[in-house]
T-cell receptor, first 114, second 112 residues
Framework: NAGVTQTPKFQVLKTGQSMTLQCAQD?????MSWYRQDPGMGLRLIHY???????DQGEVPNGYNVSRSTTEDFPLRLLSAAPSQTSVYFC?????????????FGPGTRLTVL | RKEVEQDPGPFNVPEGATVAFNCTYS??????FFWYRQDCRKEPKLLMS???SGNEDGRFTAQLNRASQYISLLIRDSKLSDSATYLC?????????????FGAGTQVVVTP
């Protein structure tokens, strides 16, 4: 199993550009989520999904969209990039909705918005 | 006030020594607790869950104090490879995927 994969690893955008961060998992996990990690802030939840076709907002959803058309894929779209969205983005998955389950993280995407 | 707070460190620890640090949480309804490890510029990985009775995994011991609302992690016989940032994770309910709360992490540096 590849686990959780994310592409790209690095990205530089100009203010106002849009892009999609890709996330895929091959563990047949129902639950997937996107976090951003900023210095001194800890990981903050952007959006999450409890299964194909079902998504919901996390703590910091503004400026981001998600969709979950398949169990495997959970892309994150930046609609109009802003410098405040410069961060490291992690995708995570977990087998079930039970919050005692381990979360498996992808390697991250380092995004810089100029 | 942050929901989950950690001393950012760094904790500089000689190889072979013991280091311990805490994580405090603000919501008394918190249900499950974890320690994750994050190496520099890498993704977080689960180190261990924290159970009410406390638990041990090799050189690592985790404790939960519900009365004072904190969890702790103790590392014995520190190795150079233990150098990392340790993230405290708290969840509010047992069935709410959306309510994981991460601390900002405690950095541990083990020196030869």
């Amino acid at each position: 199993n590849a686990g959780v994969t994310q592409t790209p690893k690095f990205q530089v955008l100009k203010t106002g550009q849009s892009m999609t961060l890709q996330c895929a998992q091959d563990m047949n996990h129902e639950y997937m989520s996107w976090y951003r990690q900023d210095p001194g802030m800890g990981l903050r939840l952007i959006h999450y999904s409890v299964g194909a076709g079902i998504t919901d907002q996390g703590e910091v959803p503004n400026g981001y969209n998600v969709s979950r058309s398949t169990t495997e894929d959970f892309p994150l779209r930046l609609l109009s990039a802003a410098p405040s969205q410069t961060s490291v983005y992690f995708c995570a998955s977990s087998p079930t909705e039970n919050s005692y389950n381990e979360q498996f993280f992808g390697p991250g995407t380092r995004l810089t918005v100029l | 006030r942050k929901e989950v707070e950690q001393d950012p460190g760094p904790f500089n620890v000689p190889e072979g020594a013991t280091v311990a640090f805490n994580c405090t949480y603000s919501n008394s309804a918190s249900q499950s607790f974890f320690w994750y490890r994050q190496d520099c510029r890498k993704e977080p990985k689960l180190l261990m869950s924290v159970y009410s009775s406390g638990n041990e995994d090799g050189r690592f011991t985790a404790q939960l104090n519900r009365a004072s609302q904190y969890i702790s992690l103790l590392i014995r016989d520190s190795k150079l490879s233990d150098s990392a940032t340790y993230l405290c994770v708290v969840t509010l309910t047992t069935d709410s995927w959306g309510k994981f709360q991460f601390g900002a992490g405690t950095q541990v540096v083990v020196t030869p």
